[in-house]
């Protein structure tokens, strides 16, 4: 059982790969503690946005998520 972790743009730096597997856990907030600190800090940020198998999600409406769920972790978007 796994869920896949996608990281986008300056993510995919803090994460030092575009995707990663991980162990199936039920909440985000184990998904996070799963990983390293300063990767989970990056990825809880007030401005990032969670998409879950392609759909954005808030933090009042987080899903319980299921095995093979994609999460994709998006920065803030910026520019003109």
Do not use: C, Q, W, Y
Request: proline share 8%; no cysteine.
């Amino acid at each position: 059982m796994s869920l896949k972790l996608v990281f986008l743009g300056r993510l995919e730096d803090a994460a030092g790969v575009a995707e990663r597997e991980v162990p199936f856990a039920p909440a985000l907030s184990d998904v996070l503690a799963g990983l390293e600190p300063e990767l989970s800090e990056a990825l809880s940020g007030a401005r990032i946005k969670l998409a879950v198998n392609g759909k954005l999600v808030s933090g009042h409406d987080m899903p319980v998520l299921a095995d093979g769920d994609e999460l994709a972790f998006l920065p803030p978007v910026s520019g003109g």
